[in-house]
């Protein structure tokens, strides 16, 4: 069993910058992919960025292009998402989840709120 932990959410004005980190244990750790999801208020689940564990290949939303960076230390078992120029539509509960094997989401945190107001 992985365990997620995310930080770094919090509220910030338009235009303004955050950097989420992912922190996962549990277990020898050598998924597929990780990669952050979040859902907005009355929103669905959107697939935010994607990151594989080897090779480095990305995914980020078209939402979000441009103004956010998935990144990764696999030494530290870490994903991270910086966020810029922030949008109030990115308000969200951001979630790191992991795919081991290349199929589905296995694990999931317990999210982190990012709050885009001014």
């Known amino acids: 069993q992985v365990q997620l932990v995310e930080s770094g959410g919090g509220v910030v004005q338009p235009g303004g910058s955050l950097r989420l980190s992912c922190f996962a244990s549990g277990r020898t750790f050598s998924p597929y992919a990780m990669g952050w999801i979040r859902q907005g208020p009355g929103k669905g689940r959107e697939f935010v960025a994607t990151i594989t564990w080897s090779g480095d290949s990305t995914y980020v939303a078209h939402s979000v292009e441009g103004r956010f960076i998935i990144s990764k230390d696999n030494a530290k078992n870490a994903v991270y998402l910086q966020m810029n120029n922030l949008e109030r539509e990115d308000t969200a509960v951001y979630y790191c989840?992991?795919?081991?094997?290349?199929?589905?989401?296995?694990?999931w945190g317990q999210g982190t709120q990012v709050t885009v107001s001014s």
């Open positions: 989840a992991v795919n081991l094997d290349g199929s589905v989401w296995d694990s």
